[in-house]
């Protein structure tokens, strides 16, 4: 195919999404976009509503390549799955060695890995692009995690740098990594934004059902916060959403919003994909049960009537509730990114990534949805020390759990004792007492399976597997068994 085009990048699928981020290229100096979607009329929807866009329209796909440079760079978004693989499978005939074909859906990792493999064999490059920020990220500024070839960010680089959000002068865009690794870490961050809303939504019971603030008086204290420490665009959000007032009822949105959350799966993905690299994620698994939970109404309602506890939770000093449930609340923040960093080192030795995790926090402060001040620190804790086997070991978090653990700990068993459900804030705080623990009650459980499945165990003053004859002399024998 002859060198025509006079695109240098082009777009195919253009609903909200893909239309913001064809608007968002087209407004950067350098860049022309050739757009393309399967429905004609939405092309043209588009074309006719951003003439100043200056885009390339065609009605064919074919007529889409032949409007772009060499080497031809397009990127996919339309919905993942089938449709993601016709594109692809469209592209892969009509483009050329060296040309690149770029996922920016939703994609799940190991389809992303299954993609590139075949298209690597035509000599294309396929890059899988984790693309956050929604739809005002993607027309303002998103954050994005590309994967794929050395070869292909040489072109598509400073593409995607040119149109991210940028924080301190540095746009919110790094390669990640080969093959998957974009979409690998577009899914943990995915995660650990389910644990961090639900996290926040803990906050927001504890501060309504213990201490009776209002939804208004929240949003306030939502507000204060986000001067501090815990500084991000969730809590910015939450005191927004607190502040509304329904036109119907006169009464706060919040109490009409139907209390069932949904879910579009990459949460789901995490905590499975962590099971497989047995890394324990238990914030980010407990937010999404909390999710299907709330999305289990017969269930509920058939349960309204079981016995809770004889007395409710008396706040004396609302003060220093207040100051407690926040300081719990940046305290099991931190565990789920430590959990969700732990699963992207997992990831990175599974699938041989070199994924430059400082690097990961830093585009992560910008355009996304867990964009934060917060992950200044992380990235200045990698800095100083790449090897950290935890994050929340870096001297700054410790220090921050530290200060914030009586809180936590009267949070966590005053909630418990009162019946107010607190998932992710209990399952944070259990996850860190383990990791101190100088010894865990997995002995028992290991002696446990060499009974009932003579499974075998390790012991502490001698080198080697062992197996104990549980039944008749109790004699434990040397063996060289696995461990299931």
Not at 76 to 97: C, H, N, R, Y
Not at 403 to 409: E, F, G, L, V
């Amino acid at each position: 195919m002859s060198e025509t085009g006079s695109a240098n990048i082009g777009v195919v699928g253009l609903a909200v999404m893909g239309s913001n981020l064809a608007r968002n290229l087209a407004s950067r100096e350098g860049n022309t976009v050739a757009v393309y979607n399967r429905s004609p009329e939405r092309t043209r929807l588009l074309t006719d509503e951003h003439p100043e866009a200056g885009f390339v329209a065609s009605e064919t796909i074919e007529d889409f390549v032949a409007s772009l440079k060499t080497p031809r760079t397009a990127i996919i978004m339309v919905q993942a799955g089938k449709g993601t693989d016709a594109v692809i499978s469209q592209l892969t005939e009509l483009f050329e060695p060296g040309d690149i074909i770029v996922d920016g859906g939703n994609a799940l990792f190991t389809d992303t890995l299954r993609r590139e493999k075949a298209v690597r064999e035509t000599g294309i490059n396929f890059v899988g692009a984790g693309i956050s920020g929604g739809e005002e990220g993607a027309l303002k500024g998103p954050s994005i995690m590309p994967g794929g070839s050395a070869e292909a960010y040489v072109t598509l680089g400073p593409i995607l740098e040119s149109i991210a959000a940028v924080v301190d002068g540095v746009p919110c865009v790094t390669h990640v990594g080969t093959d998957g690794a974009g979409h690998f870490v577009k899914m943990i961050h995915n995660g650990i934004e389910y644990a961090d809303m639900q996290l926040i939504a803990e906050a927001y019971d504890l501060l309504r059902a213990a201490a009776g603030y209002s939804p208004a008086e929240i949003a306030e204290i939502f507000s204060q916060w986000n001067a501090g420490e815990l500084e991000s665009y969730l809590i910015e959000i939450t005191a927004e959403v607190l502040k509304q007032i329904d036109a119907d009822t006169g009464a706060p949105l919040v109490d009409v919003i139907l209390d069932e959350a949904g879910s579009k799966g990459t949460g789901v993905w995490t905590v499975q994909t962590a099971l497989d690299l047995g890394i324990p994620v238990s914030g980010i698994a407990e937010a999404v049960f909390a999710r299907s939970l709330s999305s289990k109404p017969a269930q509920r309602q058939a349960s309204v009537g079981l016995p809770g506890p004889s007395t409710a939770w008396s706040v004396s000093d609302k003060a220093a509730f207040v100051e407690d449930v926040r300081l719990a609340l940046y305290a099991s923040k931190i565990i789920a990114y430590s959990q969700g960093f732990d699963a992207i080192v997992a990831g990175a030795e599974q699938y041989n990534w070199n994924i430059n995790k400082g690097d990961i926090a830093k585009i992560w402060r910008g355009g996304c949805i867990i964009r934060a001040q917060f992950l200044n620190r992380i990235t200045e804790a990698y800095a100083e020390n790449p090897g950290l086997v935890a994050l929340v070991t870096a001297p700054y978090f410790t220090d921050a759990v530290a200060t914030a653990q009586d809180s936590w700990r009267r949070v966590v068993s005053g909630a418990a004792l009162a019946g107010i459900p607190t998932p992710a804030f209990s399952s944070s705080l259990a996850y860190y007492d383990g990791l101190r623990a100088k010894r865990l009650p997995a002995a028992l459980v290991q002696g446990q399976r060499d009974f009932f499945g003579a499974h075998t165990y390790k012991r502490t003053d001698k080198e080697g597997t062992f197996h104990t004859l549980w039944s008749g002399d109790r004699t434990e024998i040397a063996t060289e068994g696995s461990s299931h």
